[in-house]
């Protein structure tokens, strides 16, 4: 079975402190993926990754940056955290498919929630 | 935004009745796919769909899909108290980048 672990649960943040969240998957994918949820708002992406050292902004950038440093393990950076980017925060990695009409699932974290006071 | 969106946002049914949630969304797809998600956890995959599909089961999982109408339909049959999740439909038109809507979250009554 695939795995994505989050490493935290649950996290609690100062606003102005620089918060890594990390996410680490075991199947050797090559599609890594960040998602804020928020009530009523469904799963917004912010970045995602098709390759080590490559990122590509999502619909939600600002505020946000990423690294991914090795194939594994992709890392969303709160650089100056704020409290509206208090949320639920879900990392998903996906295999890389060339053609359009291959099928694609998502895998996820179990997700962290950041509380930025 | 290319976000769908799911209909109702809430449904809170009784244990054994079907539950039926509907997802529209916006641009040309490949597929679409269904997930669940349990409170306060990560989304599961449930069942993806082809664009030149029109239906698709799995166990009590019926999905249509009308290209014509950009909307999905997922009925759940026969729901069972663990069925209470939200649940969340995703598109895609590259394969590799899914665009999720903002879900139906489905409460089953023992």
């Known amino acids: 079975d695939v795995k994505v672990t989050q490493s935290s649960r649950y996290l609690v943040k100062r606003t102005g402190e620089k918060v890594f969240l990390e996410c680490v998957q075991d199947?050797?994918?090559?599609?890594m993926f960040w998602y804020r949820q928020d009530p009523g708002l469904g799963l917004r992406l912010i970045y995602f990754s098709y390759d080590v050292k490559m990122k590509e902004k999502g619909d939600i950038p600002e505020g946000y940056s990423v690294s991914r440093e090795k194939k594994e393990r992709f890392s969303l950076i709160l650089e100056s955290a704020s409290t509206n980017q208090t949320s639920m925060y879900l990392c998903?990695?996906?295999?890389?498919?060339?053609?359009?009409?291959?099928?694609?699932?998502?895998?996820f974290g179990a997700g962290t929630r950041l509380s930025v006071l | 935004s290319q976000q769908g969106e799911e209909d109702p946002q809430a449904l809170s049914i009784q244990e054994g009745e079907n539950a039926t949630m509907n997802c529209s969304y916006k641009?040309?797809?490949?597929?679409l796919q269904w997930y669940r998600q349990n409170s306060g956890r990560g989304l599961v995959h449930l069942i993806l769909?082809?664009?030149?599909?029109r239906e698709k089961h799995s166990g009590r999982l019926r999905v249509t899909l009308d290209t014509s109408k950009k909307s999905s339909s997922l009925l759940i049959t026969a729901s069972r108290a663990a069925d209470t999740a939200s649940y969340f439909c995703a598109t895609d038109f590259t394969g590799n980048q899914f665009y999720f809507g903002t879900g139906t979250s489905l409460t089953v009554i023992p």
């Open positions: 769909i082809r664009s030149n599909e």
């Open positions: 641009t040309s797809i490949n597929n």
């Open positions: 199947m050797d994918h090559e599609n």
């Open positions: 998903a990695s996906s295999l890389q498919v060339r053609s359009s009409l291959a099928k694609n699932i998502q895998y």
